[in-house]
């Protein structure tokens, strides 16, 4: 059954996966009629938005754009950095869209932040409780199947838990981008559609992993449920 859901969220986010880097390849190749380049859109946001105290750097990579909280810098990738594509204006904003988030206190990324600590021991705890596992007997004999089982529940329900509170961080960051792009006249009315299709496709990631989070947690409890008959 877990062999199961590891394949189908596999096949699933490699699907989404591929159908985002088909999207930003051909909105890619819409040259925005504003001609502002990913770097000159990311700071006017920044700038519209009363932050000043954070910067736009190029990062190495494909699609790896991100907004680091903790030095509070914007981060894009070559292709959005550079570009003067639809696809790379509404990459832009979105990352700007973190770090107005951020700037504004926004609850649910403040949440998130919070949980990134407990995210990092949890995925350490299930590693170690896996590597007991794999040893076979030794491993049971340390913590007993139930002592096992309950562990990696927990660690899940922190992964499955921050998934969740992953969405509407990324869900608003994504609205305030459409949102300013459209108001500030950066694109148009053809190429705003290009931008919210393309940040559609890249929050669809993260829906799968939610998805994936939590039926691998619901496995587990089903498992540890049936271990008490």
């Known amino acids: 059954m877990l ?21 930003f390849k051909k909105y890619s190749q819409v040259t925005l009629g504003s001609g502002l380049s990913g ?6 946001m920044l700038r519209d938005n009363g932050i000043y ?27 959005v950095y550079n570009g003067r594509s639809a696809a790379a204006a509404a990459v832009a904003a979105h990352e700007c869209g973190h770090a107005v988030q951020h700037a504004q206190a926004y609850k649910w990324l403040e949440f998130r932040s919070a949980m990134v600590p407990v995210q990092n021991v949890s995925a350490k705890v299930i590693n170690f409780i896996f590597i007991a596992m794999f040893l076979g007997a030794f491993g049971l004999n340390m913590f007993g199947t139930s002592t096992a089982l309950l562990v990696i ?11 969740f509170v992953t969405l ?10 459409l949102a300013w792009i459209q108001d500030r006249n950066i694109v148009d009315a053809r190429e705003h559609r290009m931008a919210k299709d393309a940040l559609n496709a890249a929050a669809s ?8 989070a939590l039926a691998t947690l619901l496995y587990y409890v089903m498992v540890f449920l049936g271990s008490r008959d």
Do not use: Q
Request: aromatic share 10%; charged share 20%.
């Open 153 to 163: 529940i927990a660690c899940y329900s922190v992964f499955t838990l921050f998934a």
């Open 3 to 23: 062999l199961v859901i590891i394949v189908v969220f596999m096949i699933a986010s490699w699907a989404v996966s591929t159908r985002l880097k088909n999207k």
């Open 53 to 79: 105290d954070v910067s736009v750097t190029s990062v190495e990579g494909r699609l790896t754009d991100h907004y680091n909280p903790a030095n509070k810098t914007v981060n894009l990738s070559p292709d």
């Open 205 to 212: 990631t993260y829906l799968v992993a939610a998805l994936g």
């Open 39 to 44: 770097r000159e859109i990311a700071e006017l």
């Open 168 to 177: 509407p961080v990324e869900y608003d960051a994504s609205n305030r981008a």
